[in-house]
């Protein structure tokens, strides 16, 4: 199993939707999480990090699942702007090294 | 203030020649990440510096592949002799401190080899 598995998509909405994706991360020993965004041919950015309580950055909201090991990223009234593709991140505990998802695809059309 | 800086940006090469990818991490950092990324297998590690001193090459694939941080300002990766299978994105990161989690990431070098 690998280490941390998401849908590569892509997920097709309009403008305006809610979409919502999933990753799940094998190592139980993972302390920190986060959500990365990818841009077509362009570095990745960190988009926001992911806390045990659940968290929310305007239309973003992330939240933990550490019973069945996944992370969630919400987003609201989804914009052409969200097009993009967004990383799971994953660090596990006593190490400061980024594991990464393959990452999952998300085109907002018109 | 300058993100992290790669050269060059683009580069085609035949196979067998040597490869230099270079970096300058965001001044004051003190990690620095070299990636990897194809549709493949995504966004991969292969080695990681503190202070300048390399503290995970796990992710190196072979002994093709060799990288050197000479001062806090500078970093090269290597590849020789390059292979048509090592055409990837690379990326360079740099990170402020050991606690923080926020990596930067340089534009990336699009390696093409022929």
């Known amino acids: 199993r690998k280490e941390v598995e998401q849908d590569p998509g892509p997920f097709n909405v309009p403008e305006g939707a809610t979409v919502a994706f999933n990753c799940t991360y094998s190592n139980s020993a993972s302390q920190s999480f986060f959500w990365y965004r990818q841009d077509c041919r362009k570095e990745p950015k960190l988009l926001m990090s992911?806390?045990?309580s659940g968290n929310e950055d305007g239309r973003f909201t992330a939240q933990l699942n550490r019973a069945s090991q996944y992370i969630s990223l919400l987003i609201r009234d989804s914009k052409l702007s969200d097009s993009a593709t967004y990383l799971c991140?994953?660090?596990?505990?006593?190490?400061?090294?980024?594991?990464f998802g393959k990452g999952t695809m998300l085109l907002v059309s018109p | 203030d300058a993100g992290v800086i790669q050269s060059p940006r683009h580069e085609v090469t035949e196979m067998g020649q040597e490869v230099t990818l270079r970096c300058k991490p965001i001044?004051?950092?003190?990690?620095l990440f070299w990636y990897r990324q194809t549709m493949m297998r995504g966004l991969e590690l292969l080695i990681y510096f503190n202070n300048n001193v390399p503290i995970d090459d796990s992710g190196m694939p072979e002994d093709r592949f060799s990288a050197k941080m000479p001062n806090a300002s500078f970093s090269t990766l290597k590849i020789q002799p390059s292979e048509p299978r090592d055409s990837a994105v690379y990326f360079c990161?740099?990170?402020?401190?050991?606690?923080?989690?926020?990596?930067?990431f340089g534009p990336g070098t699009r390696l093409t080899v022929t």
């Open positions: 001044s004051g950092h003190n990690s």
């Open positions: 990161a740099s990170r402020a401190g050991t606690g923080g989690y926020e990596q930067y």
């Open positions: 991140v994953v660090i596990r505990g006593g190490y400061s090294t980024l594991t």
């Open positions: 992911v806390y045990s």
